[in-house]
């Protein structure tokens, strides 16, 4: 027979379970350039082995180029669609840190620090050195 601490325990971790799974930065995010404030491309983040990483995988029509010419390594000259742009996240106090971000209009790689914004807003912030310089984008969660 259930009694009642149970059946409280069990309403508590289904209630704990859906904030979590809301303030999750797992799924695709839309893009918008800084400039123009046009909508630019989707990345999926998702988790690998304890960390996050996002992909490229869709350009819109604001994208400037389909191709990274000013990317380093084995990036350069490969298409955008399909690129990982942000690695090795790690969860730290209530945000995500200690990864990193590329930029490929530029090929610049930043240190990137993320939190959510809400449950269908995610901050992005890219920056040299220390936190203060950098900026800071806001991805847009798609359902």
Known sequence: ?????????????????????AQSLIGTWKTIDDESGE???????????????????????????????????DKK??????MVILWDLKPYKDYWSYGQIMDPATGKIYKASVWMDGNDKLSVRGYIGFSLLGRTQTWHKIN
Do not use: D, R, W
């Open 1 to 21: 027979m259930i009694n009642q601490k149970s059946i409280l325990s069990l309403l508590a971790f289904m209630c704990l379970t859906l904030i979590m799974n």
């Open 39 to 73: 909508p630019k491309s989707h990345i999926t983040i998702y988790e690998e082995n304890g960390k996050f990483y996002g992909k490229v995988i869709k350009l819109l029509a604001a994208a400037s180029s389909t191709v990274c010419t000013e990317c380093p390594g």
């Open 77 to 82: 000259g490969q298409p955008i669609e399909g």
